[in-house]
C-alpha cells in the first residue's frame, strides 16, 4: 500500500469512496470534494500496490485549525476550544483494505506534519454508532472530550483528541 497526497485528478475516485461510506459519513458533490483538495491541511490517498499513481482505495481529509471557512459543526466546536489543532474531517476505506493498518498509517503521516499544532481532534459517530472507528479512535491514544448531536441529521458524534 502507497500512501500519497491526493491531487485533483483523484476527485471521481475520491467522491465515489466517500459517498459509499455514507452514513459513516456526510455525503459530499464533486465541488465539495474539489474544495477539501484546495484548502485540506493534508489529504492523503491509499493506493494498493507498488504504483502510486494507482486508484485510490482509501482517503483522509485533514485541516488545520481553527480559521479554515468550513461550515461544519464539529469543526466548529474545536475552534471553540482548541488554540492550534489538527482535525480529521473524514477518513473513508474501501472495504477490501479494512484491517490492513491503512488508518494507523494515515494518522501517523498526518501527525507527522503537526508543525506546532497541539492535539489531533476527531469527532466519531455514536448515532448511528461506528463501532470500527470508536475502537480505532480508542487504540491509537485519543481521550473522549465531549459529545455533540445535529437534530438536523440526527446524528450524536464523540468528540476526540489526542495531545501531539
Not at 483522509?60 to 459543526?73: C, F, M, R, T, W
Not at 492550534?84 to 498509517?105: C, E, K, N, Q, T
Not at 448511528?128 to 481521550?143: I, K, Q, T, V, Y
Amino acid at each position: 500500500m502507497q500512501i500519497r497526497p491526493a491531487t485533483i485528478d483523484d476527485l471521481d475516485r475520491l467522491l465515489a469512496l466517500n459517498n459509499a461510506a455514507v452514513p459513516a459519513v456526510n455525503e459530499l458533490s464533486a465541488d465539495e470534494m474539489a474544495w477539501f483538495i484546495d484548502v485540506a491541511w493534508c489529504l492523503l490517498v491509499a493506493v494498493p500496490g507498488p504504483d502510486p499513481a494507482g486508484e485510490p482505495a482509501a482517503l483522509l481529509v485533514g485541516l488545520d485549525g481553527p480559521g479554515v471557512p468550513y461550515a461544519s459543526h464539529n469543526y466548529a466546536w474545536f475552534s471553540e476550544r482548541y488554540e492550534r489543532f489538527l482535525y480529521v474531517d473524514r477518513v473513508v476505506v474501501d472495504p477490501s483494505g479494512f484491517r490492513m493498518g491503512i488508518g494507523r498509517a494515515f494518522y501517523e503521516a498526518f501527525m507527522a506534519t503537526a508543525d506546532g499544532h497541539g492535539h489531533l481532534c476527531a469527532e466519531v459517530n455514536t448515532v448511528p454508532r461506528n463501532e470500527r472507528s470508536l475502537a480505532f479512535h480508542d487504540a491509537m491514544g485519543f481521550a473522549d472530550v465531549g459529545e455533540q448531536s445535529d437534530g438536523a441529521t440526527g446524528k450524536t458524534v464523540r468528540m476526540y483528541a489526542r495531545e501531539l
